[in-house]
């Protein structure tokens, strides 16, 4: 298809395991974006990419979340020692390319489950 | 208190009904304004993106940005039952391609 793909849908971890969630861009596309989405809320920025430079990581909510785009078109976020409060969707996002102002297309997300 | 608010819901709705939903903010550098459509265990998908204060309609869409009042809306005309779904504002300084604020979201029901 040609858009913003995500896997695994769901993903169930034990408290402590380590995940990785995968998200494949619209092909050519230049931005990267993960977001949190805890239930009953809108999602909550987490990092952003210009092609494989990690440009702000602000939003990563401790230093268990690690998110990377090494070649500039796939990207893994990376939750080590998963706890209970890691439990939300995660979404993934591409545009165009910074400059153009072309809106964020989004994926249907990875649903995080902490047992 | 949350840098963009959004109207509690849910909110359930005749066919056919004008919808309103609203959102205000408190950071006033926000330029740029969007409203997206989430179906449930879906990804949000863009209905409408605004610059500045001012309306635009598309369709049966409306979207009003008052800056002075950091106020934002969205009008659905003649409602369908597939129009029921999440509806999240956001917003960003710089542009619709990047970081994105978001209000909570209202879920919207339009019954048959």
């Known amino acids: 298809g040609a858009g913003v793909s995500q896997s695994p849908r769901y993903k169930v971890a034990k408290r402590g395991q380590d995940v990785a969630l995968r998200c494949d861009p619209i092909?050519?596309?230049?931005?990267l974006f993960w977001y949190q989405q805890a239930l009953g809320q809108g999602p909550e920025f987490l990092t952003y990419?210009?092609?494989?430079?990690?440009?702000?990581k602000s939003g990563l909510p401790s230093d268990r979340f690690f998110a990377e785009r090494p070649e500039g078109s796939v990207s893994t976020l990376k939750i080590q020692r998963t706890q209970q409060e890691d439990s939300a969707v995660y979404l993934c996002?591409?545009?165009?390319?910074?400059?153009?102002?072309?809106?964020?297309?989004f994926g249907d997300g990875t649903r995080l489950s902490i047992l | 208190q949350k840098e963009v608010e959004q109207d509690p819901g849910p909110l359930s709705v005749p066919e056919g009904a004008i919808v309103s939903l609203n959102c205000t903010y408190s950071n006033s550098a926000f330029q740029y304004f969007m409203w997206y459509r989430q179906y449930s265990r879906k990804g949000p998908e863009l209905l409408m993106y605004?610059?500045?204060?001012g309306n635009k309609e598309d369709g049966r869409f409306t979207a009003q940005v008052d800056k002075s009042s950091k106020y934002i809306s969205l009008f659905i005309r003649d409602s369908q039952p597939s129009d029921s779904a999440t509806y999240l504002c956001a917003m960003s300084l710089t542009g619709a391609n990047s970081k994105l604020t978001f209000g909570k979201g209202i879920t919207l029901s339009v019954r048959p």
């Open positions: 996002a591409s545009s165009p390319d910074r400059g153009s102002n072309q809106p964020q297309h």
């Open positions: 605004t610059y500045s204060s």
């Open positions: 092909s050519g596309h230049v931005s």
């Open positions: 990419f210009q092609n494989e430079a990690q440009l702000d």
